[in-house]
């Protein structure tokens, strides 16, 4: 880690013992550090993989306490869209759209600023209310207990489960909230999809789910699993849909078969990371190459995939760090590197020699934003996506 770090929150961590099968016989998969500001503080994230060798559910174990990830999303920076939204609305209204209640409450957990989406869901039912922990957020609610018991019909929560050490807990208090019958919508990252894509970086993933280890400690909640698909709001992830149910049974999965799959899906993301690392290590040589011959340099996008660039690398002096959400601009100051809004480089992106783009997600539109703005159409050789596929997909 870079020895410029300084003044970083370090997390307490505690050892987890397995949601789905409450077994304490792990396999060790893998370990990484990240760093990563938010409002008021810098915090330092160490990531430790495991899969359980009885049930195959993968998790961190030691995570961070939950009273301390509490604090840490409580510190505001929420999703910055002025380029575009980190989700489809057309495909979650596709599934809203089913389980309809005209007169009924619909409660939308860690939402962040979905006013379009709710807009939205209004067609479908009668209040709409959101229990959002940042405090930059305006929200109904801070917490899901705070919801009055029996009150609501529908509740979703799209990529929030993977980021709650006490899951059971979570789910409990949804499972409270719901009406008898009531629906709950669920997203997150599907493990078996791993091989294809960097998920495995997101390092405030404290859960890996397979839809069989989602609806194992799902029902240890009580919710039968009614729905699921591939089709989701956001790229790599698993739907389901569950049914609030007090006449169910306990659930106790103990398959080798799921252990021995999601081990191959963890070690396939392993080896897209490995990728990516090899890029990146590439990526600086050509840096320094152009930098001692003059050339400008164009990073855009305050990510982890930079911040893994700029571990024990100094940025040269012809190379400006840009992103378009501007309060980010103290993000890099641990390494002693300034970020800009693009609009306030635009003469420096147009003559750059290379644009490296950190962001592949947005890759789209930060290209459209470039020509729009410059007139510049970047050749292949000029503009490279750290963080996508062969074919230039996103992988993150």
């Given at each position: 880690?870079?020895?410029?770090?300084?003044?970083?929150?370090?997390?307490?961590?505690?050892?987890?013992?397995?949601?789905?099968?409450?077994?304490?016989?792990?396999?060790?998969?893998?370990?990484?550090?990240?760093?990563?500001?938010?409002?008021?503080?810098?915090?330092?994230?160490?990531?430790?993989?495991?899969?359980?060798?009885?049930?195959?559910?993968?998790?961190?174990?030691?995570?961070?306490?939950?009273?301390?990830?509490?604090?840490?999303?409580?510190?505001?920076?929420?999703?910055?869209?002025?380029?575009?939204?980190?989700?489809?609305?057309?495909?979650?209204?596709?599934?809203?759209?089913?389980?309809?209640?005209?007169?009924?409450?619909?409660?939308?957990?860690?939402?962040?600023?979905?006013?379009?989406?709710?807009?939205?869901?209004?067609?479908?039912?009668?209040?709409?209310?959101?229990?959002?922990?940042?405090?930059?957020?305006?929200?109904?609610?801070?917490?899901?207990?705070?919801?009055?018991?029996?009150?609501?019909?529908?509740?979703?929560?799209?990529?929030?489960?993977?980021?709650?050490?006490?899951?059971?807990?979570?789910?409990?208090?949804?499972?409270?909230?719901?009406?008898?019958?009531?629906?709950?919508?669920?997203?997150?990252?599907?493990?078996?999809?791993?091989?294809?894509?960097?998920?495995?970086?997101?390092?405030?993933?404290?859960?890996?789910?397979?839809?069989?280890?989602?609806?194992?400690?799902?029902?240890?909640?009580?919710?039968?699993?009614?729905e699921t698909s591939h089709i989701c709001s956001r790229p790599f992830g698993l739907l389901a849909v569950f049914r609030?149910?007090?006449?169910?049974?306990?659930?106790?999965?103990?398959?080798?078969?799921?252990?021995?799959?999601?081990?191959?899906?963890?070690?396939?993301?392993?080896?897209?990371?490995?990728?990516?690392?090899?890029?990146?290590?590439?990526?600086?040589?050509?840096?320094?190459?152009?930098?001692?011959?003059?050339?400008?340099?164009?990073?855009?996008?305050?990510?982890?995939?930079?911040?893994?660039?700029?571990?024990?690398?100094?940025?040269?002096?012809?190379?400006?760090?840009?992103?378009?959400?501007?309060?980010?601009?103290?993000?890099?100051?641990?390494?002693?590197?300034?970020?800009?809004?693009?609009?306030?480089?635009?003469?420096?992106?147009?003559?750059?020699?290379?644009?490296?783009?950190?962001?592949?997600?947005?890759?789209?539109?930060?290209?459209?934003?470039?020509?729009?703005?410059?007139?510049?159409?970047?050749?292949?050789?000029?503009?490279?996506?750290?963080?996508?596929?062969?074919?230039?997909?996103?992988?993150?």
């Open positions: 880690m870079n020895s410029r770090m300084a003044d970083i929150i370090e997390f307490k961590m505690e050892v987890r013992k397995c949601e789905c099968c409450g077994g304490n016989d792990f396999e060790p998969v893998w370990s990484n550090q990240s760093i990563v500001r938010k409002s008021t503080a810098t915090y330092r994230f160490n990531v430790h993989v495991v899969v359980c060798r009885r049930c195959g559910f993968c998790f961190t174990s030691p995570s961070p306490t939950n009273e301390d990830l509490t604090h840490f999303y409580a510190d505001g920076l929420s999703g910055y869209k002025e380029i575009s939204l980190p989700y489809s609305i057309e495909n979650r209204i596709s599934v809203l759209e089913r389980y309809s209640v005209p007169y009924g409450n619909f409660v939308e957990i860690s939402g962040d600023h979905p006013e379009e989406f709710h807009r939205l869901c209004s067609d479908f039912f009668g209040t709409i209310q959101s229990v959002e922990l940042s405090e930059e957020i305006p929200s109904n609610h801070r917490n899901i207990n705070d919801i009055p018991p029996n009150s609501a019909d529908v509740i979703a929560h799209y990529d929030v489960l993977e980021h709650v050490t006490n899951v059971r807990d979570f789910l409990t208090g949804c499972n409270r909230a719901l009406k008898e019958g009531g629906i709950m919508v669920c997203e997150v990252p599907d493990v078996r999809l791993y091989p294809r894509n960097l998920l495995l970086l997101e390092f405030t993933h404290v859960n890996h789910f397979s839809l069989t280890t989602l609806a194992t400690i799902a029902q240890k909640c009580g919710f039968r699993l009614i609030k149910d007090k006449s169910l049974n306990d659930l106790n999965l103990n398959s080798p078969l799921e252990f021995i799959d999601t081990l191959s899906c963890v070690k396939g993301g392993i080896e897209q990371i490995n990728r990516v690392q090899k890029h990146i290590k590439s990526l600086r040589e050509r840096i320094t190459e152009l930098n001692n011959k003059g050339k400008k340099l164009t990073l855009w996008g305050v990510t982890d995939l930079l911040r893994h660039l700029l571990d024990n690398f100094r940025l040269p002096n012809y190379a400006v760090v840009v992103d378009s959400d501007p309060r980010r601009k103290t993000h890099l100051q641990n390494y002693s590197v300034k970020v800009f809004e693009p609009k306030k480089k635009i003469a420096h992106i147009q003559n750059s020699a290379l644009i490296a783009i950190f962001a592949p997600r947005y890759k789209t539109e930060i290209v459209e934003w470039i020509v729009q703005k410059t007139g510049k159409r970047f050749s292949s050789s000029e503009l490279q996506v750290v963080g996508s596929g062969p074919s230039g997909e996103s992988l993150c």
